[in-house]
């Protein structure tokens, strides 16, 4: 059984660009959870998702940011026209259900915004 | 608000016990965690406490007081492979669940 799957692992981005982070949560969960992690700090929540639903996208900046969980195929979290600043790890988890015990989070990746 | 306070750093010696301390302020508790976080790796889960108490895994152990809105991570027999960054994560009920993190804290442990 697989764990969460990100994918890349690291991202190059010019500015102006955009950037597509991928999520493939474990084999039979339906949640999944996007986290940013500057350097040095904590996880910083962005959004929840269920299939085809976004359920708490109060983390997300309100422009250039989006985020998807279709009925097939992984969740993207998609930065538009990229900056400096979006330069951070950003992990995916997911669990199967809203109250699991914790949360199995995926490699990351790490974008480079230049 | 929500919020987390950890120590930024600590060091410990190999063999030695080690506790790190969380302290937390939020409304609608549902539960805290602890993850261990290696250096350019993922978080991975150590420990979840709901009830008051202590919850005892291994060389590890959580304690929680919700009335003190308190928390610790206690380390035993440490490990040079326990260098690492521990987070304290609290989940809270706004509206559906919501899990935030602390900053996390820098464990050096040196032989």
């Known amino acids: 059984n697989a764990g969460v799957m990100q994918n890349p692992r690291h991202l190059v981005r010019r500015r102006g660009q955009e950037a597509r982070l991928r999520c493939s949560p474990m084999?039979?969960?339906?949640?999944v959870y996007w986290y940013r992690q500057l350097p040095e700090e904590g996880l910083k929540f962005m959004v929840y998702l269920q299939k085809e639903n976004i359920i708490d996208e109060s983390g997300m900046p309100k422009e250039r940011f989006s985020a998807e969980f279709p009925k097939e195929g992984p969740s993207i979290l998609r930065i538009q026209q990229v900056v400096r600043g979006d330069s951070a790890a950003y992990f995916c988890?997911?669990?199967?259900?809203?109250?699991?015990?914790?949360?199995?989070f995926g490699s990351g990746t790490r974008l480079t915004v230049v | 608000g929500q919020n987390i306070d950890q120590p930024t750093e600590m060091t410990a010696t190999e063999g030695a016990i080690v506790q790190i301390n969380c302290t937390y302020q939020?409304?609608?508790?549902?539960?805290l965690f602890w993850y261990q976080q290696h250096a350019g790796e993922a978080p991975t889960f150590l420990s979840y406490?709901?009830?008051?108490g202590l919850e005892e895994k291994g060389r590890f152990s959580s304690f929680l007081s919700r009335s003190k809105g308190y928390s610790y991570l206690l380390l035993k027999e440490l490990q040079m492979k326990d260098s690492a960054s521990y987070l304290c994560?609290?989940?809270?009920?706004?509206?559906?669940?919501?899990?935030?993190f602390g900053a996390g804290t820098r464990l050096f442990v040196k032989a």
């Open positions: 939020t409304s609608g508790f549902n539960g």
């Open positions: 994560a609290v989940r809270f009920l706004s509206g559906g669940f919501k899990t935030i």
């Open positions: 084999k039979g969960h339906s949640h």
């Open positions: 406490n709901v009830l008051d």
């Open positions: 988890a997911s669990s199967f259900d809203k109250r699991d015990y914790g949360y199995t």
